[in-house]
């Protein structure tokens, strides 16, 4: 298993703030064939399912707005969201899809 | 617009087998690959498996001896078997379309399974 390591595990912010959430990976998620990191960033909501943001670490899935920003390479992954808003208020994932998927332990994202 | 609602027993006892659908509207599960994922109570979230556009299956190794994913295509339906469950199978069970590779884009509402006596 490729083992995920999110922190924190919560974060209290204020309406405007930037954010970052770390994610770290057991072993590099770089493919040496493409050049390509396989790591995926989910947002979910109280009661809702989750939601994809961003995959391959910094591809932004449609719709999803550019304040979600995704960075980092080899074992290291951030996701930046700039000047959050009452609706990012959520629980935040990060995943491995280098191989069979495996998921950090979550960071949750308050209102402080 | 792609759908997918998960059904099936909320509550199931320790030693039988659970069993979830997984019925999709608005997108053919005879195209891309189909996942189950779980979240535990304390949010940890556990990918179980995946059956493609052929039928081919992939399982999490931790859940290899117990489960099986199938499909009724005449129906746009994929389902999920969990042999032998116990109270640490308690979970919400989601259901999933991938986008690219292992990458879950499109995911049902969820439905929580209570593995109880």
């Known amino acids: 298993d490729i083992v995920m390591t999110q922190s924190p595990s919560s974060l209290a912010v204020s309406a405007g703030e930037t954010v970052t959430i770390n994610c770290k990976s057991s072993?590099?998620?770089?493919?040496?064939?493409?050049?390509?990191?396989?790591l995926a960033w989910y947002q979910q909501k109280p009661g809702q399912s989750p939601k994809l943001l961003i995959y391959?670490?910094?591809t932004r899935e449609s719709g999803v707005p550019d304040r979600f920003i995704g960075s980092g390479s080899g074992t290291d992954f951030t996701l930046t969201i700039s000047s959050v808003q009452a609706e990012d208020l959520a629980d935040y994932y990060c995943?491995?899809?280098?191989?069979?998927?495996?998921f950090g332990g979550g960071t949750k994202l308050e209102l402080k | 617009e792609v759908q997918l609602q998960e059904s099936g027993p909320g509550l199931v006892k320790p030693s039988q087998s659970l069993s979830l659908t997984c019925s999709v509207t608005?997108?053919?599960?005879?195209?891309?690959?189909w996942g189950w994922i779980r979240k535990f109570p304390g949010n940890k979230m556990e990918w179980m498996g995946y059956?493609?556009?052929?039928?081919?299956?992939s399982y999490n190794p931790s859940l290899k001896s117990r489960i099986s994913i199938t499909r009724d295509t005449s129906k746009n339906q994929f389902f999920l078997q969990l042999n032998s469950v116990t109270t640490e199978d308690t979970a919400t069970y989601y259901c999933?379309?991938?986008?690219?590779?292992?990458?879950?884009?499109?995911w049902g509402q969820g439905t929580l399974v209570t593995v109880s006596s």
């Open positions: 391959l670490a910094s």
């Open positions: 995943q491995q899809h280098y191989s069979y998927p495996t």
């Open positions: 059956i493609s556009y052929s039928g081919s299956t």
């Open positions: 072993q590099s998620l770089l493919s040496s064939g493409n050049q390509k990191n396989y």
């Open positions: 999933a379309r991938y986008l690219t590779t292992r990458v879950l884009a499109y």
């Open positions: 608005g997108y053919s599960i005879t195209s891309n690959y």
